[in-house]
């Protein structure tokens, strides 16, 4: 097991910061919208934002603003806890752990090739980790953040990703480099079945129970031959129905799930909902703007009921975020920082 390193910054000294002026140390995050920027890819240093729920203020580089060091390269996903929140830096090969309230440095976990999405429950984190570009299995990584050590390495498929509690017993990874769907029992941590589904899972939904959905994109052209997307229905890791888009040129992605239980998702910059129940894939646009270029990030936030839309732009430049109602109106739009990938959404 590898033990956490921890970088603790004893009598901080207050600085100029770049969210005009402020310092970050005597700001409250315990509650609000955790933004995730991921930065430039080469050279650059991922940037995490707050949003302040209540005062409608966004804060800019708090990390680096708490902390006085740049959080790292590339910044890729976040996930909290009741006193912490744990932030994965892909590139750096580390998770960030800092306090929820102050968002001071609490330690850093390294000992990670390639980290990509993370969870926590019932004390543990679940890290996905690529491993390497070289088409070799990833793992899913357990981590217990208190005593600061990786407990196991669960090899699963090809490029994991995204991933969803099922039930409280197991945990649904989607694999997007050879295909797959991993199982994984929580209790044993230990895989427990691999499932195939069409090309290129790109994000899993719980859905109650033992039911859950995953969202393939389908190949790009770009790939070879081109296939369309579709959205597979499992239960007890079993598959029970899966609906097929009708274009070779529909590739969605970031499912999520609403208040309302129903099904959201990604494709050609529009949001497409489908009804509460439904299995079969909507074509019609929820939601579009012209001034959309693309939707790289997407969630949905149950306090404020609003759904948060990522543009990347030109991934090279400052991007945007757009907050839309349950009216498909976009309430208001922040400047986020560059290539703006994740949300976390504290309760």
């Avoid at 969210?19 to 409250?28: A, E, K, L, Q, V």
């Avoid at 699963?156 to 990874?173: Q, R």
């Avoid at 306090?303 to 991007?319: E, L, N, P, V, Y």
């Amino acid at each position: 097991m590898k033990k956490i390193i921890f970088s603790v910054f004893v009598g901080l000294t207050m600085f100029a910061c770049r969210d005009r002026g402020h310092s970050g140390h005597d700001r409250d995050y315990s509650q609000g919208v955790i933004i995730v920027n991921e930065g430039l890819f080469s050279g650059g240093s991922g940037n995490i934002q707050f949003y302040n729920s209540s005062t409608k203020e966004l804060w800019d580089q708090v990390f680096d603003s708490v902390n006085n060091r740049p959080i790292g390269s590339i910044a890729q996903s976040v996930a909290y806890s009741n006193d912490q929140v744990f932030i994965v830096v892909n590139n750096s090969n580390k998770i960030e752990i800092v306090n929820r309230k102050t968002f001071e440095s609490e330690g850093t976990q390294y000992g990670l090739n390639l980290p990509d999405e993370i969870l926590y429950w019932d004390g543990k984190l679940f890290v996905t980790e690529w491993v390497n570009f070289n088409g070799d299995r990833g793992n899913v990584v357990i981590v217990d953040p208190h005593a600061g050590t990786i407990l196991k390495r669960i090899s699963v498929g090809v490029t994991p990703s995204k991933m969803a509690i099922i039930n409280g017993t197991h945990l649904a990874v989607v694999n997007s480099g050879d295909s797959t769907i991993s199982y994984i029992n929580i209790a044993n941590q230990s895989l427990e079945k691999t499932m195939e589904v069409n090309q290129n899972p790109n994000s899993v939904v719980a859905l109650g129970g033992s039911k859950f959905a995953v969202l393939c994109g389908g190949n790009p052209s770009w790939k070879g031959k081109e296939t369309a997307g579709s959205l597979h229905f499992f239960e007890f890791g079993n598959e029970t129905s899966r609906s097929v888009f009708s274009q070779m040129t529909y590739h969605p992605t970031l499912l999520c799930k609403n208040a309302n239980n129903q099904l959201g998702y990604a494709l050609d910059g529009k949001l497409l909902l489908m009804a509460a129940g439904s299995t079969q894939v909507t074509e019609t646009a929820w939601f579009s703007h012209p001034g959309i270029s693309g939707i790289y990030g997407m969630g949905y936030n149950e306090t404020d009921q609003h759904w948060w839309i990522s543009d990347a732009k030109d991934f090279s430049s400052r991007g945007t975020i757009y907050r839309v109602n349950q009216n498909a109106t976009i309430t208001d739009s922040l400047l986020a920082g560059i290539v703006p990938r994740n949300f976390g959404f504290l309760k």
